[in-house]
């Protein structure tokens, strides 16, 4: 394959689209994909997302960046050039309820998640057997309130340098600045409410107490701010009076399967860009 | 018309069901719809509508009134019982934004909202040509922090005995308890949001900051907490990076108009039984 | 569990509801959930679901079958009556895609779906291993033009008093006469398309075709008539002209798997009453 | 204003996006919002939607499409460039059902459709009051079998040369290919069912008999193949066994009101781009 993608982040000016378009016709490349986004016409934020094919890629993709560095400073670019074959690193983490892994895994057997599942991390030993049945290793961290930093830290070492993406796939643990500030905007959650709406624990009890009549769930980049961070994906679904709290979790459990996959699916295919708290999605 | 509607809610116990349809069916009715739910097997409550058919209704109707209180006394009902030509009448409030109204009137005069709408009562004068139009009687009562004591005294003497539901189609005045007491559980708000995300004021604004995929509308009884009474309805829409606060006001006006035209469905037609915060609506 | 399910359906006539609660209070049962639904005030048809609880269940279920007969016959019903604990027992039938077999075994697994799976019948050996590895037994029944004939009556041979539910999990041949009509509303099909649109082969490719921005799945009973059966549940997602043939493949797998689950969830609940061509579904 | 509008549709090639944005840059424009699709990477079609600034664009537009047609023709464009301010002219064609008609003045009203409404035609005279009270034209044609040919004629030299777009709002006569032929995908209709699911006459009717649990709403371009044009937008609702066909209708009417909104908005911000029988809608 001789594809590959360029994300860009930059203040809004003039010129901007021509000089990236220009400059990848010039280097013989062709558009595959063009998508832009301008915050606000006065003053804002310029996004972009481009797919193109260059021949020889694995050859000239070094060359090509060392000549957009020009373009990019020029325009005080955040830019991303990745050739599409070099796929992103997952690390899942999990606790008990194994709905989320197995649609994570279930969507990545069928090809439809282009990425690496290079480890599941948990702090039970239950999936052990199934994830490993995959070739995937499994991590059994058991985490208590004493040893909570000492696994963290372990956690740490077993990821450094080997993913790109954390994933908690409900995982019950609140992690700590230690893992979220090397990875800002590269761990997303999946909350099993209707964000900002039941923030924190036992979210489905809260719905029905409240008595909503839809429920849903929310996948998001995590922050230091517990179920507050930039919100990627939501999706909802009707329910009534009829409906206990197992029944609203049973429910929900088919919203946060498909709401994270999709998170995901964005997140390793580079359509999502993040600007202060909010995500923009090119999907 | 020979039809009628009774309402029930109770302590749940052994028959109920077999006592109120044999009491229906020795009074010569004929059940057409029938309703049930009981909140919980153990210990909870019961909630049932009926719709029946019974010769001579009119004659009828106290007769059948005062037979069926030895069976509510039995059982500890609270109960309500009425013909449906008994069409329920509705006070309006508005203040300057128009949509929720125009869906109304809309709903009202296409025959598909089967109730009597007695007056509109707006502290603005913007929309009054227009539903007099109707030949609906505008009450124009000014707000201001000075005058709001006065201006909900005069509310309640217009309606007072003269109306059985009150909505509050983007009402942009918070109501007094003098006004909520007499009309508890008859008084339905539209709040232009999911709710309990985005209580308050502005919702779409906080909706815009906080960066969600989806907005959403919410109808409700108002109770003494600010939009914090039994959710009736919701509904919601998908949104993007791409719109703005104004077009979320935008989208969110259709989600509005829906949602709110249901709930008075809904309410007139008896479908919405209260326990507690939350409502059972047999739809 | 001394709970039990009734199912009835007749014509509509006055006194039904009393009638059968009556019967029930009598004979000590305390209804936890009633439904009822009239086609049509004159002269339709009338469906029941009842969940009762009754002491003893097991010692005083025949004598309360013989004692009901009576009102069965006076009112023309057609009736089941089965004690909860008497789970039903599935075969499914798939082909090469096992989305909806992986769903099914997983709702399965998770406690979600009440039932017994007794077998997976495929015409292909593929997914022999993942089956039996959940101690299910699976039939691998190949299919070719010239042996279609005796593999359907291989098939009927398996089935045959042993399973109470045949679901086609993206079964990719066409069910014969021979086996539908022992199986008569007991053979649930999830067809790839938003029923009546897109029949036959190839759904997707036609969806594409044609343009729609919605595309959906829909669960069916199979009759002689291809697709033409009585709709169980239906659902949709959003599309655009991004996508294509292949992407609406991978979107749709998800709607085929949440629609197949719900219908057959429903079908072991006892909660679809089929009259003619179409579905009555308490949910 | 200084605002415009450029739309594109080619044979896909290299260097489009670069000559487009580089031509928009050297003439000084700056890209407000610039959406691109290629229908398929090898020797598809590629469409563009370009909305941009430029000081004194009055003065200097049509030194830009003069400039512009080189391009044009090098890379084989159909192309357009309005400016913003020159809206769009429209022609509503309704019969008696009323509803999408009245969104449509409504949402017109509410500064939500940027467009000009200059008529109503009608073949019945009920709604000439009402619309008239918006300042607007009404032209009542009767039609009947025998003078079909005479309105269709009448109608044709109404609205020659003065609308850019004909909304047959629940107009229930089928056009001919006389009006079509000069209207060609600037005639949006609105039927009232999911496409292609209950093609001609009575879809409510017809998705009641095949018991349906979703219904929906089709708006697209009129060709002279019945209810077989571009679809431009859908969406749906879902019903139950309860809904008889009054009540389909009752619930279709708000789809078909705000699926009607909005392809007509979207036409007349020019975000659709027809090819073949599909459309591209960048929204």
């Known amino acids: 394959e001789n594809r590959a993608r360029m994300l860009i982040s930059c203040p809004d000016g003039p010129g901007l689209v021509a000089a990236v378009s220009q400059f990848l016709h010039e280097h013989g490349a062709n558009i595959v994909q063009f998508d832009q986004y301008t915050m606000d016409p006065e003053g804002g934020m310029f996004f972009m997302r481009v797919e193109f094919d260059l021949d020889q890629l694995d050859d000239r993709l070094s060359n090509v960046r060392a000549d957009f560095a020009a373009i990019a400073d020029k325009f005080q670019m955040e830019w991303k050039l990745y050739p599409l074959k070099q796929k992103k690193k997952l690390a899942i983490f999990v606790s008990k309820e194994d709905h989320c892994l197995v649609e994570l895994l279930w969507q990545w057997q069928a090809g439809d998640l282009d990425a690496e599942i290079s480890m599941v991390i948990s702090n039970h030993a239950d999936m052990k057997e199934y994830v490993e049945s995959f070739g995937i290793p499994y991590y059994h961290i058991p985490v ?36 979220i ?28 107490e409240r008595g909503v009549k839809i429920i849903g769930a929310t996948a998001h980049y995590v922050t230091e701010e517990l179920d507050g961070g930039p919100i990627i994906e939501q999706d909802v679904q009707r329910v009534s009076h009829r409906d206990n709290v197992n029944e609203l979790k049973r429910i929900g459990r088919t919203i946060e399967r ?21 995500t923009v999605v090119f999907n």
Request: aromatic share 8%; hydrophobic share 45%.
């Open 258 to 278: 498909v709401v994270l996959a999709r998170a995901v699916k964005w997140h390793v295919e580079d359509r999502i860009l993040v600007h202060q708290n909010k």
């Open 144 to 179: 208590t309130p004493d040893t909570k930093k000492e696994a963290e830290q372990k956690q740490l070492e077993i990821v450094a340098d080997k993913v790109d993406l954390i994933v908690l796939a409900r995982y019950m643990q609140i992690v700590s600045p230690a893992l």
């Open 181 to 208: 500030s090397p990875y800002r905007n590269r761990i997303i959650n999946i909350h099993h409410s209707f964000l900002p709406a039941f923030v924190g624990g036992k979210p489905y009890a809260q719905a029905y």
